[in-house]
């Protein structure tokens, strides 16, 4: 799954937002402490750190600066 600093579940959606690089990993739980993978996204150097808006459909995740980059907010639409 690569380095991450940060998960978040989601209750309503019975999601698991996991950032990290080089992804943003999103699982679904399925059963009594199952969870499947139901997608991948890419992400960037340094994006490790990310929250869940539930009310706005909504994931950020914080770039953090890095080189000539400078620090960015990612915006995921969450879909159901």
Request: no cysteine.
């Amino acid at each position: 799954m690569g380095n991450t600093d940060d998960a978040v579940y989601d209750p309503g959606s019975k999601r698991l937002y996991v950032a990290g690089v080089p992804s943003l990993n999103v699982f679904e739980l399925r059963g009594a402490n199952r969870f499947r993978q139901i997608g991948q996204l890419p992400t960037s150097f340094h994006a490790v750190t990310g929250i869940l808006v539930p009310e706005l459909n909504r994931y950020y995740v914080a770039v953090n600066h890095h080189g000539e980059t400078p620090a960015q907010v990612h915006i995921y639409e969450v879909v159901p």
